[in-house]
């Protein structure tokens, strides 16, 4: 038992955890509170919120709403008066009950706790985009032997200034111009300590005096590689590139709050863009559903995260809150997609479905949910075994 104890403590395990229950927490909390802000606006009561689940461990009414935090902290709720539409209510109560709003108003309470994920993913990325995030500078960190860098004479330290006459600092833009003029011959702008260019092709075009000088730029012609590979989605993908990776060398690029907005927004369209792609692409069957991942690999995903510093921990935390948001529009029974999808039926049909047909529905939900977390903690459990 104390061998399991030591071992439990002295891996990851206990950072992972720790780190996934921060990650749902800040998520689930934020995205219950948008739900319950706007049935605040609404004027539906607030019977409970809570931080965590199961037993209350503190809890204080204030004005009509129990505010608490209880034992599981794996997110948190909030509880409407007259979310079951069969619930007995006084007549008093009726006027504030969730379940005789209108199909509108329904809608947007239900629809703000995705929107709410949005907004959490947007106000870090603007802080972490605005705070300055560490770019790779155009610096080779290593060269592959047998490849066209190798060949043409390039080595490790050297910092690529120009592709084709564009100046460049950034390894992204030299990735991007390798790719752009790859099928030609490609001239590249180099900076190298002159003490490190003996017994290099470069060396020849270089005056030896001794010292670290990198006040001369030389041009060298290199044709990239075109290899062929899969990307992420697994899919084969074609690319150039001529055998070099980048150094470690980072600067701490920031903007100004507005730049920094722009740049959040764009990096939570691209998130979604990417989930829902991935999505179809698993639905094409162009994925195998084994790569689906669950709590375990977030939980060590979230370990990882935390590891690598706050910035990355936060930027993991928005990519999950989009995540979050845009599957619980999913219009399945249980999820806030399903509820939606309801409230636009009531809109049509005007007058809700049967609360039989609800509850029935949302059984279904429940139970295909409950199915779909079995088999991804099933892939999580196989994965790390086989790892």
Do not use: C
Not at 27 to 38: A, C
Not at 181 to 201: C, D, E, F, M, Q
Not at 299 to 323: D, P
Request: proline share 5%; aromatic share 12%; glycine share 8%.
């Amino acid at each position: 038992m104390v061998n399991i104890l030591q071992s439990f403590f002295s891996s990851g395990i206990l950072i992972d955890i720790l780190a996934f229950v921060i990650v749902v927490s800040i998520i689930v909390v934020f995205h219950e509170f948008g739900h319950f802000i706007v049935a605040k606006m609404l004027g539906v009561k607030v019977e409970n919120f809570s931080l965590g689940f199961g037993p209350k461990l503190i809890s204080k009414k204030i004005g009509e709403t129990e505010y608490a935090v209880s034992a599981l902290p794996l997110g948190g709720y909030v509880k409407l008066l007259g979310e079951d539409p069969e619930e007995e209510l006084s007549p008093e109560d009726e006027k504030r009950s969730f379940s005789k709003l209108s199909p509108f108003k329904k809608f947007l309470i239900v629809f703000f706790g995705p929107v709410f994920n949005f907004v959490l993913a947007l106000v870090i990325l603007t802080i972490i985009f605005s705070a300055g995030k560490p770019i790779l500078k155009s610096v080779v960190g290593k060269v592959m032997k047998g490849y066209p860098a190798a060949a043409a004479g390039l080595k490790k330290g050297d910092i690529i200034t120009s592709v084709n006459g564009k100046k460049i600092w950034k390894w992204s833009s030299l990735a991007a111009y390798i790719q752009k003029y790859g099928k030609h011959t490609i001239a590249l702008g180099v900076k190298r300590p002159i003490n490190a260019a003996s017994n290099n092709k470069i060396a020849k075009k270089l005056p030896i005096t001794g010292k670290t000088d990198y006040s001369k730029t030389f041009l060298i012609n290199i044709k990239p590689r075109l290899v062929s590979g899969l990307n992420i989605f697994k899919q084969k993908i074609t690319r150039y590139i001529i055998g070099i990776y980048p150094s470690n060398v980072t600067v701490n690029q920031g903007s100004n709050i507005f730049s920094a907005f722009y740049s959040g927004l764009k990096e939570v369209w691209f998130i979604i863009y990417i989930t829902i792609f991935s999505v179809y692409m698993l639905i094409a069957g162009k994925i195998p559903a084994t790569d689906l991942g669950g709590p375990i690999m977030i939980a060590q995903l979230s370990g990882r995260a935390a590891s690598m510093g706050l910035s990355q921990f936060f930027y993991f935390i928005a990519v999950i809150s989009v995540n979050i948001g845009l599957v619980n529009l999913f219009p399945i029974p249980a999820l806030d997609g399903g509820h939606i999808l309801f409230s636009f039926i009531e809109m049509i049909r005007r007058r809700p479905l049967s609360p039989k047909f609800q509850e029935n529905a949302a059984k279904i939900g429940f139970a295909f949910l409950i199915m779909l977390l079995l088999f991804v903690s099933y892939n999580d459990i196989m994965r790390n075994i086989k790892t």
